[in-house]
């Protein structure tokens, strides 16, 4: 690896769990689950999951960030298996409402002043 970062967005590492809904071409909902968060930007958010997901695969996803619920549709752009147990998945954010995006800035604002060196 280089260790370039070639991203667009500035991916910040945080641990929260969030509420997901599998979706199909028409919107009905597959299957609902749990997941983890591994990281987060502006462009979308690297999920850990019990199931492999499938590429160009659509989800709800729903999430607490700090006091607020950040409510999202997003698209898997890629996934692989991160453990024996657990598999990640790289979903890009594709329908975000205008207040889903002042609650996701926010959070990322505060975690990167938390995270600034004293």
């Not at 500035?10 to 199909?24: A, G, I, Q």
Request: hydrophobic content about 40%.
């Amino acid at each position: 690896m280089s260790g370039i970062e070639n991203r667009s967005s500035t991916r910040r590492d945080t641990l929260n769990l969030l509420d997901y809904v599998l979706v199909d071409e028409s919107g009905r909902e597959i299957e609902r689950a749990m997941a983890r968060t591994l990281n987060v930007s502006e462009k979308g958010i690297l999920l850990e999951t019990h199931v492999p997901l499938a590429m160009g695969q659509q989800l709800l996803i729903t999430i607490g960030l700090r006091n607020n619920l950040f409510e999202f549709r997003g698209r898997v752009a890629h996934c692989k298996s991160c453990t024996t147990e657990s598999h990640c998945a790289g979903v890009e954010f594709i329908d975000v409402r205008p207040e889903g995006m002042v609650i996701l800035r926010d959070f990322l604002k505060a975690f990167n002043e938390q995270t600034k060196p004293a």
